[in-house]
């Protein structure tokens, strides 16, 4: 039935029947290549979802499935990394799983700000994040909430019927909404990364997919046109099958200036993805109690000031299995990605020799670390010491583009959620690190990160938890609440009243058990569980047995990188060794969503080092400089005794060999 409705509407982006021009090959082997170092000019027809020319008078989209698919091996490439990301991949053994997901990463955060939620989300098996379909958040809502920071692709594009070739599940047929059939798929989007810079328009993407006019983001993005229309404002339950309905999808009037004398348009475009393209979802500002911080007060990433581009670390073949450079990292083309880690970069040592066990790899230099003790590489990751900004007492918040739209011109105050702080230092466990077999029985690296706490409405039963719909969850509670935009300014505030407080929260409580029929209805914020008092007018806070779903959520932050001269140590022991020393002593205090005052947590708690057993470790260190010119002077003094003795010595055996001689 579904699939019978995406070819009625002709917008998703490539079906069961039929087949571009060129036939798909996983090696590749049956599409041109030009083999040259130099950008390859595309003058090339495009073509609709339905495999139709697009001309000047054209009103369907483009395909770039469609179009890109004719010469390029498109089922290959939507294997990579990026393509995925919405991509719910068959349950493998946990070992499989971990080198598949690899090290967490950034989760998608959903975030509303009238129910102050912000929600980690995941498809990846990574932990303290939860599965969008487990909570009843459809896959087309996700597109709609977080389409504009991904390239397309993956189950952000149910018509794309190759999912199984690379070991997905079957696609849950609950989440195929009607509106696919409206909104068609979110393709994968060639020239969000391979145009030229500034040849793309991210910003009018990102609109007409929050529009739901997914089918419609490559011909905006390219500027090939005007569009007319949005998907949102049709209803739900209208029939496809419609014409009065089908009347009101959008239409493109194309720019006839962008065609030549022969229908053809020049796709402007690089082989070798510029930096720009990756800051639109990788960029971050840091966050202090003056708000955002302004660009010219931050200091860039020495690898980016020295030249180098993003694309030299982060390397990907056909398949587009970005390489994201940590020590031990298990790659899909089975080959070492040694050299691309900071260790491998800066000081080779791959056992298994070559160019991998060579140091200075673009001409990097050597670092020799000296007088630092070798347990430090035991215990610590590179970033520990040179990743993100220099520590201070406290943990600085942070936005960045996939969690707070960075890119997009925008009012900011760093108040907005979702609430990440950063830089932590933690150490990450084995289900986190999604390491080789070999790595995985080491013991966890303390490493920089950044965290978050999650914030949602719940219901609790068997003393496990599990969030609720957000958009159920506001349907609900509005009416308690009484909360117009902003939970946090309305109901917390500079001097919140707990009383009413309480009392909103409470009647919001009894409000979804009412509604949502749940048995126990629980707020989570800052890992505390809230629930409705006996009298209905107080909160009380609870336990849990699964707790992971209400703790903190950590993922490894590495750029932007400092030279050594400003790394931690660079001092000596004590820049860490001390009473004062942040990477054990900094703190992060978790942001409640409550008036309830919340304790901060040392790096030192975080790393479950006992402060006791820290006191004792940095007065040995406290006492270590004297200690060593105690150690060198008595050394010193020992040597000259000894010298002085054995000149005594000899100027006594001299003197009575003469005596003796004078004797005789």
């Known amino acids: 039935m579904h699939r019978r409705l995406f070819f009625v509407a002709g917008l998703i982006a490539l079906s069961t029947g039929g087949s571009p021009t060129c ?16 950008r390859y000019i595309h003058v090339i027809d495009l073509y609709d979802a339905d495999n139709r020319k697009i001309t000047p008078e054209s009103t369907k989209p483009y395909s770039s499935i469609r179009t890109c698919g004719r010469c390029h091996d498109v089922e290959t490439i939507a294997h990579g990394w990026h393509f995925n990301a919405f991509t719910e991949i068959a349950k493998a053994s946990d070992l499989e799983e971990l080198q598949r997901d690899g090290r967490v990463g950034e989760p998608w955060i959903w975030t509303d700000a009238r129910t102050a939620t912000q929600l980690p989300l995941s498809y990846r098996s990574w932990p303290g994040r939860f599965d969008p379909k487990d ?3 459809t896959r087309h809502a996700m597109t709609k909430q977080f389409g504009g920071r991904v390239p397309g692709g993956g189950f952000a ?17 609950d989440e195929l909404s009607e509106r696919w059939a409206f909104s068609g798929g979110l393709e994968i989007d060639c020239m969000v990364c391979h145009a030229v810079s500034g040849a793309y328009n991210f910003e009018a993407r990102r609109e007409v997919i929050a529009d739901e006019n997914f089918a419609w983001a490559p011909t905006a993005g390219l500027g090939l046109g005007e569009i007319k229309g949005d998907v949102s404002r049709i209803r739900d339950g209208s029939d496809p099958t419609d014409e009065s309905v089908l009347a009101k999808l959008p ?27 990756c800051y639109q979802c990788h960029s971050h500002r840091q966050v202090d109690d003056a708000g955002v911080m302004s660009r010219w007060r931050h200091d860039e990433d020495v690898h980016l000031l020295s030249g180098m581009q993003c694309i030299d670390c982060h390397r990907n073949g056909i398949g587009h299995d970005t390489v994201r450079g940590f020590e031990g990292e ?3 083309a089975g080959e070492s990605m040694q050299t691309l880690s900071c260790v491998g970069c800066h000081l080779g040592g791959d056992p298994l020799g070559g160019a991998d066990s060579l140091a200075g790899r673009f001409g990097s230099p050597v670092p020799a670390h000296a007088g630092i003790p070798p347990v430090h590489f035991d215990l ?3 970033t520990a010491c040179h990743g993100g900004p220099l520590p201070g007492p406290e943990a600085l918040g942070w936005m960045t583009s996939l969690s707070h739209s960075l890119g997009e011109a925008s009012h900011r105050t760093g108040a907005e959620l979702p609430w990440i702080q950063g830089p932590v230092y933690s150490p990450l466990a084995s289900d986190d690190l999604g390491l080789a077999v070999d790595h995985l029985e080491k013991r966890p690296k303390i490493t920089a990160a950044r965290v978050m706490w999650p914030t949602y409405w719940a219901s609790v039963s068997d003393e ?15 009416r308690a609440l009484r909360v117009r ?14 009383e009413e407080f309480a009392e909103k929260v409470a009647a919001g409580l009894r409000a979804i058990e009412k509604e949502l029929e749940v048995p126990q209805a629980a707020f989570v914020t800052a890992g505390r569980v809230h629930v409705a008092g006996e009298d209905d007018t107080s909160l009380e806070v609870i336990p849990v047995a699964n707790e992971e779903a209400v703790g903190r959520v950590t993922w490894p932050l590495a750029h932007n990188v400092r030279p050594a001269g400003w790394s931690l140590g660079v001092n000596g022991c004590t820049d860490c060794h001390a009473e004062d020393g942040l990477l054990f002593s900094s703190s992060v205090t978790p942001v409640s969503a409550t008036p309830s005052p919340v304790e901060p947590i040392a790096m030192a708690t975080l790393q479950g080092i006992d402060a006791a057993e820290r006191e004792r470790w940095n007065q040995l260190f406290g006492g270590r400089t004297p200690f060593k010119v105690l150690v060198a002077a008595s050394l010193l003094i020992l040597m000259g005794s000894m010298l002085i003795a054995m000149v005594v010595a000899i100027v006594r055996a001299v003197s009575g060999h003469a005596v003796t001689e004078g004797n005789a």
């Open 23 to 38: 036939a798909w090959s996983a090696g590749g082997s049956r599409f041109a290549h030009s083999e040259s170092d130099a």
């Open 135 to 137: 909570i009843g958040i």
């Open 157 to 173: 594009d149910p018509g794309f019927e190759r999912i199984q070739a690379f070991g997905a599940s079957e696609v849950n047929q």
């Open 251 to 277: 239409q493109v009037t194309y720019d006839p200036d962008r065609f030549d004398s022969d229908g053809r348009v020049h796709m402007d475009l690089v082989l070798e993805v510029d930096n720009n393209a």
């Open 330 to 332: 298990s790659h899909p």
């Open 380 to 382: 610590l990751t590179c």
């Open 464 to 478: 496990q938890i599990k969030p609720l719909p957000p958009d159920e969850v506001f349907t609900a509670t509005r």
């Open 485 to 498: 935009k902003d939970f946090m300014s309305e109901l917390v505030g500079d001097e919140p009243d707990e």
